[in-house]
Structures are given as structure tokens and as C-alpha cells.
């Protein structure tokens, strides 16, 4: 049914819609009234563009004189512009305005004659006639120090002030289906500090589980949706503000904090520097990135033997540059490197791989390092000429990775600095020398890690215990050279089936562990049925014999659990209930 935006909408009994779809506008603007007799209460009553029609549409509910709380959930004019007007209109001595002390200490400049009712020397509730309770929820600093939501509990509505609320090209009361996410995304991203912050509002708001969420912009946000839009609230990452003193361009920011966000995850992941490099390439080019090639030219002096260099060049494309090429260009290499003392844009530049080419479209970089004797420069090679908001994501993207990028080279040069054999110590250490998946010491070093940030950052991770069916048998009939053999064609099967930041690791005797962060236990069982399909169906020669293997397989999701020990001891306790039950078989609950 088509509504009538010219007239009060009743999103809820005796809740209605008052404002004003202001033209051409992404930031609309919406006023609530709780019809309740003579102690109706007006929630964020706009600025003087939507005073007027806000008026009529209250004057045809209500007479004005029946408004007894006026709600400000903060400071700003979008809520606060009408307020000296529309108390001199309201003919009462007993109204109030009622909203946090931090927003209160504000908006007293503005020298208003009404009395304040702080919401948090009132225990954080108001009780109205006729049984009607409003209590306020604390989510400060989303937006703003003093920020608080409003729920109803007779409707089980949540008004949620700038929370929810998104940048919208077409007016709409309503959310129409979940890509509305998309516009709370460029929103919240951009305005809320953190994170963390905006996973604190949300938890308390998740407790009244409301069945409508009535945001001040944006739209209204039906029950249904409710749920979805919540979790996919948790996953943004916030505080785009940080990013850029002169650029407010929301798509641009938004675009600058996904390539960072992506490229700081690769650097955490990754010791090799190449490999650093390529992820950022491909992460580039899934942001619409023209990328051509990422070169880096660094060089090292020893402190101790002054005499003693270490140059090195590094391209996506070719990897690193082999040691004769790289001596015929030391000269090239020096200036390339000592001509960037900040990030410029270069149209044409002469660069020295394998041997010198000519690239267009540059953007030259100087990496810094606290080691006085290392210096570097990167240069991001465009396939072509980029257009102004492509370029200004680039530039940010790049102004904020300078330091980030050079940590990882100067983790390169220390590996370097060690040596091939010590480099080879390290990764034998955290390896299983059987199957090459990662071992148990690595799986001590990462476990707690991941962990911790589940627990802080509130995202799910799933543990897959994996185990060979009857492998005992495959030994004492076949012998132990086939027993390796079958060990380490599943262990490459199971490896194949996970995402790079999954962790795959060889737990014990025949057990593989995957650690799947960001999984839930849905996922993580379908990705282990593929699995146990996938062994089931292949065939093993051994001489001239084939022989089937089958595999079982225990999948748990974090709950409550504080360490990785207890995840895994819930895993092997469906394991073991899969093998008891049968064998071949993924086991997904208790």
C-alpha cells in the first residue's frame, strides 16, 4: 500500500511518524509522538525545515498543550533547531526535556525555559499514564558522548536516534528488504569512533529484543529485519573519520578503509614480503583498482661491515628480481629510492626491474623504518590514467599503508639478516614434516590469539576435528610407508578445502585440526560433509591395488569457551560420537 508521507503515519499503536521527507535530501530526518494521553511525549523534534509540517501533522493527533516529555537523544540542530520556537508554543509548566547530562551540558546554551529530566538521575526509565514505561539504553559515543536509544515496552519499539539510520537516495519509511544495510554501512562506518563501541550499543540494544527500530534517518526497520541487519552491523569496521583530514567523500572513505582493513590483515597473516605485496595487488584490483604492478626497491647497509649491502627488488608480476640483474641497476636503484621523500603522483617514470622499463601512471611511495641504514620506496604501476575519485581512494589508501608495508619489509630484512638456515629452522618448527601442514607448536602460538579477538571483536569461530577411518588397519595391512602415503594425500585434499586464513593442522597420529575463523557451525559442518564426500570418492592406488579411505569428523562452535583446548575438546567429543555411531559421518551437535 502506497502511504501518504503528507499525513501522520502510525507505525505502531499510538506511535506515529510526524516528519517531513525533505527533497533531494539522503539525510532525512524523522519526528516520533507517543500518543498518550496529556502526557504524550515528541521524540527528536526536528530543525525549522521540518518544524512547520511536523506542527500540523502533531495539531491534527494532538492538541500541542497534551505534550509533556520532549526527548532530545542528543545535541545536534537536526533534532534540537525547533525547540526554543516549539516550547513557547506548548502551554504547560510541568514538560520536560529529557536527555542525557552530557547533552544537556550543551544544549543549556541555548538558554531554554523548559526543565531538564536527566535520564540517568531517574534510574534510566520514565513512567507515563495509563502504565506506559519508556526505558532509555546507554550507547555513548554512537554518535555522541552522551548518545541513548528510547524503547517502548508496551509496543516493543526502540527509537535508536542516529543508530540504524543510513544515507538513503530514495525516500523510504520503510526498510524494503536487507540491502538497506548498505546505506546504515556508509553511515556508521563513517561517523561511530569504533568498533568496539558499536558492538557495546548493540549488545544492550539486543537485550530488549525490540520489534521495531525506528531510527531518526534513514528508515523504519520491521521485525523480520530486524535480526539480519543487526549481525551484519557487527561486522563493519568503524571510524572512517580517522583516515583523512580533507576528504569527505563518504564512498571514497568507505572504499580507503576496505583496502586498508584487507591489506593490514595480509600483513598480520604473512611474514614473506612478496607475498604481502601480491595480496595487496589482488586486493586492489577488487576494489576497482587499475593496478598494473607493485614494485619495491630497498636497500640495507650493515652496521658493522660498512662495506657490506643488501639490495632487493620486489614485483608482483616477477617476483624477486634475481641478485646479477639487480647489480647491474644499484646506481638506478639509489636514486629511484632517494627521489621519494613523500608520496607523489608521477604520470611517466623509468623504473629498474629485470631491466629498465618505462611505466606511466605512478604512484611513488617512501617506505620508512626505524633502522636508520634501511631504505625503500614502493611504486604502485596503474594500467591506466585514473579518474579523480579512484585516484583520491589511492591516495589515501597508500598515505595510511606507508607504515604498515615497511614494517613487513623491515620483517623481511631481519629474516634475510638470519639467514636461509635460520628461515629454515622457523618454518620446520611450526611445520609438520609429514604432511607439511602446520603442527602443534603453531597451533600453541596462534590458538590463544584467535581466541582473544573472537571474545573481543565478537565474531564466531569453528573447530573441525578430523580423523581416518580404520587407519590402524591401513598400517598392519598395507605397511606404514602406505599408512604416510594415504596420510598425506588427505592431508592435502583437507588443506585445498579451507580459506587462506584458516588454519589447517596436523593434531596427532591420524587427527587434523582446521580452525576456522569467522565461521559458524553451519558453515564449518557443510565444509566438512564436502570433505568426507570428497575422500569418500577418491580412489588411493598403492602398487596395483586401490583401495577406499573414509574419514569422520567433530565440528563445534565457540560459545562460551575461553581458550582453544576447550573448543577442541568439544570437537573430539562429536568425533568420538561419529566413529562410535558408524565412521564416515560429520557430527555437528551432541
Not at 4 to 33: R, T
Not at 146 to 154: L, M, P, Q, S
Not at 468 to 482: A, P, R
Not at 549 to 568: F, H
Request: glycine share 4%.
Amino acid at each position: 500500500m502506497e502511504l501518504d508521507y503528507s499525513k501522520p503515519i502510525e507505525i505502531a499503536e499510538n506511535i506515529f511518524w510526524v516528519g517531513y521527507q525533505i527533497p533531494n535530501d539522503p539525510f532525512q530526518c524523522h519526528v516520533y509522538l507517543i500518543r498518550n494521553g496529556d502526557e504524550s511525549v515528541l521524540i527528536d523534534p526536528g530543525s525549522m525545515i521540518t518544524f512547520p509540517v511536523t506542527m500540523e501533522k502533531i495539531t491534527s493527533l494532538i492538541p500541542l498543550s497534551h505534550i509533556k516529555y520532549i526527548i532530545c537523544h542528543h545535541q545536534d540542530p537536526d533534532i534540537t533547531g525547533c525547540v526554543s520556537t516549539l516550547e513557547k508554543l506548548i502551554h504547560r509548566k510541568d514538560k520536560f526535556i529529557v536527555t542525557h547530562w552530557r547533552a544537556q551540558a550543551l544544549l543549556k546554551h541555548y538558554q531554554w525555559e523548559t526543565p531538564f529530566y536527566l535520564i540517568e538521575k531517574n534510574k534510566w526509565r520514565l513512567f507515563l499514564k495509563n502504565g506506559r514505561t519508556l526505558d532509555f539504553i546507554f550507547t555513548p559515543y554512537a554518535h555522541f558522548p552522551g548518545a541513548f536509544c528510547t524503547y517502548d515496552r508496551k509496543t516493543k519499539t526502540l527509537f535508536s536516534s542516529d543508530l540504524f539510520g543510513g544515507f538513503t537516495e530514495e525516500f523510504s519509511l520503510y526498510a524494503k528488504d536487507e540491502n538497506y544495510f548498505a546505506s546504515i554501512k556508509a553511515f556508521h562506518e563513517h561517523y561511530i569512533p569504533s568498533r568496539e563501541i558499536l558492538l557495546n550499543a548493540l549488545i544492550e540494544i539486543e537485550k530488549k529484543d525490540p520489534d521495531l527500530i525506528a531510527p531518526q534517518h534513514g528508515s523504519i526497520i520491521k521485525k523480520e529485519l530486524i535480526p539480519y541487519i543487526i549481525n551484519r552491523m557487527k561486522e563493519l569496521n568503524c571510524g572512517l573519520f580517522l583516515l583523512s583530514s580533507y576528504e569527505s567523500n563518504i564512498e571514497i572513505l568507505l572504499k580507503t578503509n576496505q583496502i586498508i582493513n584487507e591489506v593490514f590483515k595480509e600483513i598480520i597473516n604473512n611474514s614473506d614480503f612478496l607475498t604481502v605485496l601480491r595480496k595487496t595487488f589482488s586486493i586492489l584490483k577488487e576494489n576497482d583498482i587499475p593496478i598494473k604492478d607493485i614494485i619495491t626497491y630497498a636497500y640495507d647497509k650493515d652496521e658493522k661491515d660498512k662495506d657490506k649491502e643488501w639490495y632487493a627488488v620486489f614485483s608482483t608480476i616477477k617476483g624477486e628480481i634475481a641478485k646479477s640483474d639487480i647489480e647491474k641497476n644499484k646506481t638506478v636503484i639509489k636514486n629511484l629510492i632517494d627521489g621519494i621523500h613523500k608520496p607523489k603522483y608521477l604520470k611517466k617514470i623509468k623504473l629498474a626491474t629485470d631491466t629498465i622499463e618505462e611505466y606511466k601512471n605512478i604512484f611513488a611511495i617512501p617506505l620508512e623504518s626505524k633502522r636508520e641504514t634501511l631504505k625503500a620506496s614502493i611504486y604502485f604501476a596503474m594500467e591506466k590514467e585514473l579518474s579523480d575519485k579512484q585516484r583520491k581512494t589511492v591516495e589515501e589508501a597508500f598515505d595510511k599503508l606507508i607504515y604498515p608495508l615497511s614494517s613487513s619489509l623491515a620483517n623481511e630484512v631481519l629474516i634475510k639478516e638470519l639467514g636461509e638456515e635460520k628461515k629454515e629452522i622457523f618454518n620446520t618448527a611450526i611445520h609438520d614434516s609429514l604432511t607439511g601442514l602446520k603442527n602443534r607448536v603453531f597451533l600453541e602460538s596462534i590458538a590463544a590469539t584467535e581466541i582473544s579477538k573472537a571474545i573481543r571483536y565478537e565474531y564466531p569461530i569453528s573447530v573441525i576435528m578430523f580423523d581416518i577411518d580404520h587407519f590402524k588397519t591401513v598400517n598392519d595391512t598395507y605397511g606404514h610407508l602406505t599408512g604416510d602415503f594415504v596420510l598425506q594425500e588427505i592431508a592435502k585434499i583437507i588443506k585445498a578445502s579451507f580459506r587462506a586464513t584458516d588454519y589447517v593442522i596436523r593434531y596427532g597420529g591420524e587427527e587434523i585440526l582446521a580452525i576456522l575463523p569467522y565461521a559458524k557451525e553451519k558453515d564449518a559442518c557443510s565444509r566438512a560433509e564436502h570433505i568426507r564426500k570428497v575422500i569418500e570418492e577418491k580412489e588411493f592406488l598403492i602398487g596395483n591395488k586401490i583401495i577406499k579411505i573414509t574419514i569422520s569428523a567433530g565440528v563445534y562452535e565457540k560459545r562460551d569457551e575461553t581458550n582453544i583446548l576447550e573448543l577442541i575438546g568439544k570437537a573430539d567429543k562429536r568425533l568420538y560420537k561419529a566413529k562410535k555411531s558408524g565412521r564416515n559421518k560429520v557430527i555437528c551437535e551432541d
